[in-house]
């Protein structure tokens, strides 16, 4: 379903409260590490600006439980977007009563203030129908622009828009409609690379995939289980006990939907689980009992390369081995390479497969990096996402 955006509504004049997703990395100096979810909301904010919107943002960071705490302010933030935008950004010390409602009166068109992080009202993680209104009051439009977000159906995400006019920002627009295109409509072949830890964190997102993809390449940990599922050894590899069963009809499904579902045939397998542990390449059958499988190995990643360059779409989700340990992030890098060789629709779905890309330096080569983890991850397992149902349909 396509959301209306600030495109297609009148802001000039207009008080706009915009939910962003400024969860950003900091540094125990509370430094911010990396400020790409700040970036990635520019566009929607300057739009709104130059429109001489009154631009009033929200958001969250960090968990702190519904209580104030000084380690989770958004200082730093309102300094390093007044930075990036090239003009004074206003903060209040939080982002309902007195304070901010003034602020929000002394706001002129074409000025952004930044309210204090919402979640230090235990009402916002409650979607407390007071909250939500009394944040609304501030504003005469709602525009939601974290993705990140938006799978939680919080106050500031989607209870506001019960009392606001509610439609999509940039960002938001971006993310939904290309990863919607890659589920609904894509250029095939599709491939779909899915890797990480565990089975159980991604079984949504496997079952959702296997009624679309033309190939799916697992890896990482949980490719573990899935051999365990096909009879071989796994030694002291981690492997789900509880979810060989389904891994087992995982496999049949995809076999009798005809969808190639790919599996590391060597691993590179390590004496312990430590960056500098004795490790060298087997394959998969040759697992000895004492050893555990860190990285899939040189012919599986030359064979998935293969796959994923051919594609004309692909997603990313989860590495392909211990990548933090230089030793075991060879598969992961091959298959950062082989996204960037791509010429097709490249879309890395969040977490670990983004700081994956990065390292590799090949991040500006995709075609898409969701700036949402939790989000992404939702969004591919075909969930409806609390934030963007609540946005108006165009
Ligand atoms: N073979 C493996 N054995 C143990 N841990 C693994 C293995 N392969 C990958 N991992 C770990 O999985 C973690 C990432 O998993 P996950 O959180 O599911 O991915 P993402 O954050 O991309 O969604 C990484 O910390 C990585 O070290
Ligand atoms: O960083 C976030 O999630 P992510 O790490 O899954 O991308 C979002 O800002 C959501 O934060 P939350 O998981 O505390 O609700």
């Given at each position: 379903?396509?959301?209306?955006?600030?495109?297609?509504?009148?802001v000039?004049?207009?008080?706009?409260?915009?939910?962003?997703?400024?969860n950003?990395?900091?540094d125990?100096?509370?430094?911010?590490?990396?400020?790409?979810r700040?970036?990635?909301a520019?566009?929607?904010?300057?739009?709104l600006?130059?429109?001489?919107a009154?631009?009033?943002l929200?958001s969250?960071?960090?968990?702190?439980?519904?209580q104030v705490?000084e380690?989770?302010?958004?200082d730093?933030?309102?300094?390093?977007?007044?930075?990036?935008?090239?003009q004074?950004v206003a903060?209040?010390?939080?982002?309902?009563g007195?304070?901010?409602?003034?602020a929000v009166?002394?706001?002129?068109?074409?000025?952004a203030?930044?309210l204090?992080?919402?979640?230090?009202?235990a009402?916002?993680?409650?979607?407390?129908?007071?909250?939500?209104?009394?944040?609304?009051?501030?504003?005469?439009?709602?525009?939601?622009?974290?993705?990140?977000?938006?799978?939680?159906?919080?106050?500031?995400?989607?209870?506001?828009?019960?009392?606001?006019?509610?439609?999509?920002?940039?960002?938001?627009?971006?993310e939904?409609?290309?990863?919607?295109k890659?589920?609904?409509?894509?250029?095939?072949?599709?491939?779909?690379?899915?890797?990480?830890?565990?089975?159980?964190?991604?079984?949504?997102?496997?079952?959702?995939?296997l009624?679309?993809?033309?190939?799916l390449?697992?890896g990482g940990?949980m490719?573990?289980?899935?051999?365990?599922?096909q009879?071989?050894?796994?030694?002291?590899?981690?492997?789900?006990?509880d979810?060989?069963?389904l891994?087992?009809?995982l496999l049949a499904?995809?076999?009798q939907?005809g969808?190639?579902?790919l599996?590391?045939?060597d691993?590179?397998?390590?004496?312990?689980?430590?960056?500098?542990?004795?490790?060298?390449?087997?394959?998969?059958?040759?697992i000895?009992?004492d050893?555990?499988a860190?990285?899939?190995?040189?012919?599986t990643?030359?064979?998935?390369a293969g796959?994923?360059?051919?594609?004309k779409?692909?997603?990313?989700?989860?590495?392909?081995?211990?990548?933090?340990?230089d030793?075991f992030?060879?598969?992961?890098?091959?298959v950062a390479?082989?996204m960037?060789?791509?010429?097709?629709?490249?879309?890395?779905?969040?977490?670990?497969?983004?700081?994956?890309?990065?390292?590799?330096?090949?991040a500006?080569?995709m075609?898409?990096?969701?700036?949402g983890?939790g989000?992404?991850?939702?969004?591919?397992?075909g969930?409806?996402?609390?934030?963007?149902a609540?946005?108006?349909?165009?």
């Amino acid at each position: 379903m396509e959301k209306k955006t600030i495109r297609d509504v009148d802001v000039k004049g207009k008080r706009v409260l915009v939910r962003v997703d400024f969860n950003v990395p900091t540094d125990e100096n509370r430094q911010i590490t990396d400020d790409t979810r700040i970036r990635a909301a520019l566009p929607t904010i300057k739009y709104l600006l130059e429109q001489g919107a009154k631009v009033i943002l929200a958001s969250h960071f960090g968990r702190p439980k519904g209580q104030v705490n000084e380690k989770y302010r958004l200082d730093q933030v309102a300094k390093r977007l007044s930075e990036l935008l090239g003009q004074e950004v206003a903060k209040t010390s939080d982002c309902v009563g007195p304070e901010a409602e003034a602020a929000v009166a002394a706001l002129a068109p074409g000025q952004a203030l930044l309210l204090e992080n919402v979640r230090f009202h235990a009402e916002e993680e409650k979607n407390d129908p007071e909250f939500a209104k009394k944040l609304a009051a501030l504003a005469d439009l709602f525009v939601n622009d974290a993705f990140g977000a938006a799978h939680r159906a919080h106050a500031s995400t989607a209870g506001v828009a019960q009392y606001l006019p509610a439609v999509a920002g940039f960002l938001m627009e971006k993310e939904i409609s290309i990863m919607g295109k890659a589920l609904a409509n894509p250029e095939r072949p599709f491939v779909a690379i899915i890797g990480g830890a565990k089975v159980s964190d991604k079984i949504g997102v496997i079952q959702n995939l296997l009624t679309k993809v033309d190939t799916l390449i697992i890896g990482g940990g949980m490719a573990n289980t899935f051999l365990k599922a096909q009879g071989y050894e796994l030694g002291k590899s981690l492997v789900e006990e509880d979810k060989v069963q389904l891994a087992k009809e995982l496999l049949a499904t995809a076999q009798q939907r005809g969808i190639e579902l790919l599996l590391p045939r060597d691993v590179v397998v390590a004496a312990a689980f430590a960056p500098d542990a004795e490790h060298k390449t087997v394959a998969v059958g040759e697992i000895p009992a004492d050893w555990q499988a860190l990285d899939i190995g040189p012919a599986t990643a030359e064979k998935y390369a293969g796959v994923i360059r051919q594609a004309k779409t692909v997603v990313w989700n989860g590495p392909m081995g211990v990548f933090e340990m230089d030793a075991f992030a060879r598969g992961t890098e091959a298959v950062a390479k082989a996204m960037a060789e791509c010429p097709g629709t490249t879309i890395i779905g969040g977490g670990d497969s983004v700081a994956a890309v990065e390292k590799v330096g090949v991040a500006e080569k995709m075609t898409h990096i969701s700036t949402g983890g939790g989000a992404s991850l939702e969004f591919l397992e075909g969930k409806t996402l609390p934030g963007v149902a609540v946005l108006q349909d165009k």
